[in-house]
């Protein structure tokens, strides 16, 4: 149990390092890329705001990524697919929809109500990580 413990830390801590530099690169290069695909301001513009969103969205989803296949991989399936459930629609789409259309923000908006579920559904698989309460689900010995 200790050694997937810190093999999970091990793994969190690569992928965090590969996430925000890529992150970081696509925060300021982002005009550049948009203008590799067209030569439209306005979905230049639409894109930009996007991928500064995902700047942030992207380090975030590592701790979904890594820490559900964890638990997962410990035995703790049940907890991870709740929570999904919970947080993607209370979170994600009304949060969206928020942002979204109530708010005016478009797509934009969308990302944002995006955002909110990864952060927030990335810090209840922390928790329960960190809880230990997945060693009294392990399917293994």
């Given amino acids: 149990m200790e050694q997937a413990y810190e093999t999970r830390i091990k793994n969190f801590k690569i992928s965090m390092v590969f996430t925000e530099v890529s992150s ?5 290069f982002g005009r550049y890329l948009m203008g590799v695909y067209t030569d439209n301001s306005q979905i230049i513009l639409l894109g930009i705001s996007v991928l500064m969103i995902g700047a942030f969205l992207e380090p975030r989803r590592n701790f979904n990524v890594v820490l559900i296949n964890s638990l997962r991989g410990a035995g703790d399936g049940i907890f991870p697919v709740v929570m999904a459930i919970i947080s993607t629609w209370g979170v994600a789409v ?9 708010l005016g923000y478009g797509l934009p908006g969308i990302w944002i109500g995006m955002t909110c579920d990864e952060w927030i559904r990335g810090i209840y698989m922390l928790a329960r990580w960190h809880s230990r309460k ?5 399917i293994v010995g």
């Fill in 24 to 28: 970081i690169f696509i925060f300021f």
């Fill in 134 to 138: 997945w060693t009294k689900k392990s």
């Fill in 94 to 102: 009304l949060g969206g929809y928020f942002f979204g259309v109530v």
